[in-house]
């Protein structure tokens, strides 16, 4: 399966741990997008990413969240000492060269985070 | 800040009825796609339209690009309980050579046997 990979796809923690989503994009695929959903809504862009740079930030909270795409692995949004409304599904999408393609974005599976 | 707003969010219906889902905005977007998301799983992409006033028709389901590429609509011609589902629309955006792809906040929608 050469899709996009997230994981884990799910995930517990209490209030004030840290929650660490991963994200492996289609193969030949160089550009990374998060979204958050939360129940009965529709996505909401957090942060475009490529290879050890971030493109566009402009939908992640000042504070406690975090993205980095490095040049070997995967793909990490990392939220620090999460809280109740941090409880979401976190999806994370794929495309090839950015805006030179076609425009479709090729989505995980999602992980969801559950903040106790 | 681009906004998408569909309607209506909620739509349950009969099985062999027709329905149209709107999605509109004020803001001019390069491109107009819609997904669709099942229940635990990631939104897949449907179609793209690009140009004004184009029309594209997946089977039963037919879509289509408002002419100043502000809007679209879905329409889905006898409805199948296999149709249920959240469907999306994203309006794309280049902007300084970076694509964003702004989603409406979906239609859900339940077809009953």
């Known amino acids: 399966n050469a899709g996009v990979m997230q994981n884990p796809r799910h995930l517990v923690r209490r209030r004030g741990q840290e929650a660490r989503l991963r994200c492996s994009p289609m193969?030949?695929?160089?550009?990374v997008y998060w979204y958050r959903q939360l129940p009965e809504e529709g996505l909401k862009f957090m942060v475009y990413?490529?290879?050890?740079?971030?493109?566009?930030e402009s939908g992640m909270p000042k504070e406690r969240f975090s993205a980095e795409f490095p040049k070997e692995g995967p793909s990490i949004l990392r939220i620090q000492q999460v809280v109740r409304g941090d409880s979401a599904a976190y999806f994370c999408?794929?495309?090839?060269?950015?805006?030179?393609?076609?425009?479709?974005?090729?989505f995980g599976e999602g992980s969801r985070l559950t903040v106790l | 800040t681009q906004l998408l707003e569909q309607s209506p969010q909620f739509l349950s219906i009969q099985e062999g009825e027709n329905l149209t889902v709107y999605c509109n905005s004020s803001?001019?977007?390069?491109?107009l796609q819609w997904y669709r998301q099942e229940p635990g799983e990631g939104p897949v992409l449907l179609v793209t339209?690009?140009?004004?006033?184009e029309v594209k028709k997946l089977k039963r389901l037919t879509f289509q690009f408002g002419d100043a590429r502000k809007d679209s609509s879905l329409h889905i011609t006898a409805a199948q309980p296999g149709d249920t589902g959240l469907y999306l629309c994203?309006?794309?955006?280049?902007?300084?050579?970076?694509?964003?792809?702004?989603f409406g906040q979906g239609t859900r929608l339940t077809i009953n046997p």
């Open positions: 999408a794929s495309s090839p060269q950015g805006a030179r393609n076609t425009g479709e974005l090729f």
């Open positions: 994203a309006g794309r955006s280049i902007i300084q050579g970076a694509q964003k792809l702004v």
């Open positions: 990413l490529q290879k050890e740079n971030i493109i566009d």
């Open positions: 803001s001019v977007f390069s491109s």
């Open positions: 339209v690009v140009t004004g006033g």
């Open positions: 193969k030949g695929h160089s550009h």
